[in-house]
T-cell receptor
């Protein structure tokens, strides 16, 4: 898991509530990413940020929001607009100008009932 | 955009056998191809990667081959051990391009190594 931490490991919420997942890295990486993983599927990109105060939508951004106020932190908010929020959420980071290796955190399993 | 197909979805081998997982990609501009191993309940771990300027890379029991013409790459694990059992993902990206660093993942292969 390197220097990427995600908290909490397990998160339970009631439907209709917003919830924020934490991601912190001490690798001095420029870029950070949020992925969603569902059983039997690959990782799908939600949002990514290549620099502080800037971020881009990924393939499945609807119902999610992010902020990048510090280089080390990239929190993800799962809003009540996300229709199927129960999933395993993974944060990753990498250097912007190479090497290109992307490193992942341990993940947060979110369950919404 | 890029599309990555991974096969097989499940692979069962006996300890000591070899395992091969194959991926195809659609975007000829992709130039970076990592492989990740994910154990149950954990984040993916990078195990090997290859860039488009080489055709093969090896690290102990693990090797990756790349065929740019056919747009496919493969992971080879020799002398498999029970601890190799995990889900393996391939990915592709156009590192250094306009979508720098964005990885597109395959669907994953569940590898089971029987003692």
């Amino acid at each position: 898991d390197g220097g990427i931490t995600q908290s909490p490991k397990y998160l339970f919420r009631k439907e209709g509530q917003n919830v924020t997942l934490s991601c912190e890295q001490n690798l001095n990486h420029d870029a950070m990413y949020w992925y969603r993983q569902d059983p039997g599927q690959g990782l799908r990109l939600i949002y990514y940020s290549q620099i502080v105060n800037d971020f881009q939508k990924g393939d499945i951004a609807e119902g999610y929001s992010v902020s990048r106020e510090k280089k080390e932190s990239f929190p993800l908010t799962v809003t009540s607009a996300q229709k199927n929020p129960t999933a395993f959420y993974l944060c990753a980071s990498q250097y912007e100008t190479g090497p290109y290796e992307q490193y992942f955190g341990p993940g947060t399993r979110l369950t919404v009932t | 955009g890029e599309n990555v197909e991974q096969h097989p979805s499940t692979l069962s081998v006996q300890e000591g056998d070899s395992a091969v997982i194959k991926c195809t990609y659609s975007d000829s501009a992709s130039n970076y191809f990592p492989w990740y191993k994910q154990e149950l309940g954990k984040g993916p771990q990078l195990i090997i990667d290859i860039r488009s300027n080489v055709g093969e890379k090896k690290d102990q029991r693990i090797a990756v081959t790349l065929n740019k013409t056919a747009k496919h790459f493969s992971l080879h694990i020799t002398e498999t051990q029970p601890e190799d059992s995990a889900v393996y993902f391939c990915a592709a990206s156009n590192a250094g391009g306009t979508s720098y660093g964005k990885l597109t993942f395959g669907q994953g292969t569940i590898l089971t190594v029987h003692p």
